[in-house]
């Protein structure tokens, strides 16, 4: 009886031992990080308005933490691909994910993902909000929404519109934009702002609901035309162009968020390092003024309203996702 009470114990004993060393080598790990350079996952291809913001972030990051911070894209799959890349990354503060609203839109339009945004994520900080905008090439002969909507009943063969992806903000902004209109448009999806602007400029697809930052450079020097902006309010970066609700389409209120997420299990401490550092850059002057020529709005707040903001919107789209009966196989 006393030897099978002090193998109890001893066992209880090296249990305790054990987690305890496991706290300790993470409270090292967490001090020491980081030694190495970090990477930005990026679920689009190079030129958008993620790709962008994770090059802002990077460059001013890498000169705080004393450590290269490299940007990769992992596109495909309406930004899903790179999300589960991190989703099953090694969590120890070395490769990050740069997420969008996309990705809670993404867990209702998709059936199935190999990944759960809420549980297998870790929100650090949002970067910033970006304003969609309704542009066409500067070449068709519409100035306003109600010429759009005449010009698309009348041209059913040139009546389509892209987007960064199945499953994105800008498709399930499409979707709402023909149930409110009653036309019929065909959705072109991309795997980015790049390849999606290359085509718009070139005049393979009509419109686009993309972000202020991939299309504002073609609309100042007049190739593409602003029709109106999809959230609540004007945007601070195109001030004349008014909003779909003034517009005549009322209820829309979309804007897209970026944000960096870690995989779920990263220490505690370096998520809120990574957060404090983040936080710094992306509320000094110099990152401001960057977001400025972009028509970005930083933001900058805490992991929990992050988390807080992510809940919420999942919420939020899974509604909008079923009245607009989109669906993803």
Known sequence: MQSTTAFSLFRHAVRGLTILMMLAAGTVMADAWPTRHITLIVPFPPGGTTDVLARALGERLSRTLGQPVIVESKPGAGATIGAD?????????????????????????????????????????????????????????????????????????????????????????????????????????????????????????????????????????????????????????????????????????????????????????????????MVRVIRSPEFRKRMDEIGAQPIGNSSEEMARQIKEETEKFAALVKAANVTVQ
């Open 85 to 277: 890349y991190v989703a099953k990354a090694k969590p120890d503060g070395y490769t990050l994910l740069v997420g969008a609203v996309h990705h809670t839109i993404a867990t209702s339009v998709y059936k199935k993902l190999p990944y759960d945004f809420q549980k297998d994520l870790a929100p650090v900080t949002t970067i910033a909000m970006v304003p969609n905008v309704l542009v066409v090439n500067a070449t068709t002969p519409v100035k306003d929404l109600g010429q759009l909507v005449a010009y698309i009943k009348a041209n059913p063969d040139r009546a389509n519109y892209g987007s960064n992806g199945n499953g994105t903000a800008q498709h399930l902004i499409g979707t709402q934009f023909q149930n409110q209109t009653g036309v019929t448009l065909t959705h072109v999806p991309y795997k980015g702002s790049g390849p999606l602007a290359t085509d718009l400029l070139g005049g393979q697809i009509l419109m686009s609901f993309d972000t202020i930052t991939p299309v504002l450079p073609h609309i100042q020097v007049g190739k593409l035309r602003p029709l109106a902006v999809t959230t609540a309010v004007r945007a601070p970066a195109l001030p004349d162009v008014p909003t779909l609700n003034e517009a005549g389409l009322k209820g829309f209120n979309i804007g897209t968020w970026f944000g960096v997420l870690a995989p779920a299990a990263t220490p505690k401490e370096i998520v809120a390092r990574l957060n404090a550092e």
